[in-house]
């Protein structure tokens, strides 16, 4: 039964996911100049507030638009930046971001997002 709780304590000193994502792209982000972070309004949940912080230029929060989000990741590698869009794989389930922006955005145009 589906009670909210997490289903196990973290384990100190291992990294969640999202951490460990925010902290590749830090590094990243340091590295490579291309690079830029796109999120739509998951910021706090995917870790990234500390790259909004430091990189504010090449960050980008488009705000509870999915199919925007993925759209202008295309965008952006079409104009030869590196984005990274940090999405939760439930709104890539949606019948929008996958009959439509996926296939017309990115694929028909061989990006890579």
């Known amino acids: 039964m589906y009670t909210g709780k997490p289903l196990a304590a973290p384990v100190p000193g291992v990294l969640s996911w999202s951490e460990a994502i925010a902290r590749t792209l830090m590094r990243l982000l340091a590295l490579d100049p291309k690079l830029a972070v796109v999120t739509p309004a998951m910021a706090t949940g995917s870790e990234l507030l500390p790259i909004a912080r430091r990189y504010p230029d090449r960050f980008f929060d488009t705000g509870i ?3 925007h989000a993925m759209t202008m990741t295309a965008a952006m590698a079409a ?11 439930s709104f890539c389930r949606e019948r929008t971001i996958r009959f439509c922006t996926i296939p017309h955005a990115c694929i028909c145009r061989s990006l890579s997002a």
């Open 79 to 89: 104009g030869g930046l590196h984005p990274f869009l940090s999405i939760y794989s």
């Open 65 to 67: 638009a999915e199919e």
